[in-house]
């Protein structure tokens, strides 16, 4: 019988399934509701050290819906980082622990480009006892002015940096969240890993704008009448994920063996689960599944998993761990390939057609070739 059960970077979790940082970790009442149901860790929602400037508007969600209008299939906030004071974030952490001293909470941190605010905010989490961090550089709405979010995270030469930054003030392990909004995430992710990180998250959410409103020609979701573009997410970008943990995985297999992955992007099953496994990914995050599900999406996310790992003879979560990933190749490998099959079709049609067919064409001086080939 398959295990869940997985260890990544020193962290023990009963299953690979993760809270994602945002609304799902806004809080210890939910953030222990998850432990509860089951989930294998949980990334509390982003936090910063000066709370004051965070100012969320209502409504901050558009969903986009099947023609049937009976699935939604992309999902845009435009919400901020955790509006609640720091202070009350450090108290909230060490009652978790205390609570559920056994079980992996991880913070989701985010600063300006300021060496002490990001030593400062690491210390202090770290006092709390959570069990590891996630840096935030991949938010691709609010806060753009104070250079935080993706508005670092597009930028290899600072993610290094300030994980070299990370790296001086804990032992902890920390994974770089990457924003997708870049031609190539394999640049910020290996700056992120060079700089020190123990693992990589992918992907946050993409830039987007959702949709407008046809009667009133508005933008959505509409605040007084106005709106700004936010972050997508849900079922419809979980292509976009897979291929960006391919690439994540495939270049750190080549040059970071040993750091981890963490896929997200559109995970609402445990058979989705299971396709970021085999692209490479360690662990995988929820965060709009169960904003659409609730917490309880959980277990049949598991069970439909060990059913996937048990189908193939999987033992562990990382016996499945990319084995999809040699299965990816060039175009024109691809046409090599294809045209070597047709080649050797063509040979075996060949050798069938000169296969002896009647009695009449058996012939003394071929005798044995004869009768081996209509062995074959």
């Not at 962290?11 to 210890?28: C, E, R």
């Not at 499945?320 to 040979?347: I, M, N």
């Not at 075996?348 to 209509?374: G, I, P, T």
Request: aromatic share 8%; proline share 5%; charged share 25%.
């Amino acid at each position: 019988m398959p295990t869940l059960a997985t260890t990544v970077d020193g962290l023990k979790l009963p299953n690979p399934f993760i809270i994602g940082s945002g609304p799902p970790g806004t809080n210890l009442n939910v953030i222990t509701k998850a432990f509860r149901d089951g989930w294998g860790a949980v990334i509390a929602k982003t936090v910063s050290l000066d709370a004051a400037k965070v100012v969320n508007v209502t409504p901050r969600y558009a969903k986009l819906h099947s023609r049937s209008g009976e699935e939604v299939i992309g999902w845009e906030n435009i919400e901020l980082i955790s509006d609640r004071p720091f202070e009350v974030w450090e108290e909230e952490f060490k009652k978790c622990k205390d609570l559920f001293p056994d079980r992996v909470l991880i913070a989701s941190v985010m600063e300006e480009y300021r060496k002490d605010s990001w030593i400062e905010i690491v210390e202090r989490c770290g006092a709390c006892g959570v069990d590891g961090f996630e840096l935030n550089f991949s938010c691709p709405h609010g806060l753009p002015e104070r250079k935080m979010g993706a508005a670092m995270g597009e930028a290899p030469d600072i993610l290094e940096e300030v994980c070299g930054w990370v790296k001086s003030a804990t032992k902890k392990p920390f994974w770089a969240k990457m924003t997708p909004n870049i031609t190539h995430i394999e640049e910020p992710s290996r700056a992120a890993l060079r700089g020190g990180a123990t693992g990589v998250s992918a992907i946050n959410t993409l830039r987007s704008v959702i949709g407008v409103n046809l009667d009133t020609l508005r933008p959505e979701p509409t605040v007084e009448g106005y709106s700004t573009p936010g972050g997508y997410s849900c079922k419809a970008i979980k292509p976009i994920a897979l291929r960006m943990v391919m690439e994540v995985a495939t270049m750190i297999r080549q040059e970071f063996p040993g750091r981890s992955l963490s896929g997200l992007g559109g995970i609402e099953s445990g058979r989705d689960a299971a396709e970021f496994i085999l692209l490479g990914a360690d662990t995988v995050q929820v965060c709009t599944g169960v904003m659409k599900f609730g917490y309880e999406c959980v277990k049949p996310m598991c069970n439909e998993l060990l059913a996937f790992m048990e189908k193939h003879k999987f033992k562990t979560v990382s016996d499945s761990k990319g084995k999809s990933l040699d299965y990816f190749t060039t175009h024109a490998d691809l046409v090599k390939r294809q045209a070597e099959r047709k080649a050797a079709q063509k040979a075996a049609a060949a050798n069938h057609h000169k296969m002896v067919q009647a009695d009449s064409e058996w012939r003394s001086d071929q005798f044995v070739k004869q009768s081996n080939d209509l062995a074959r």
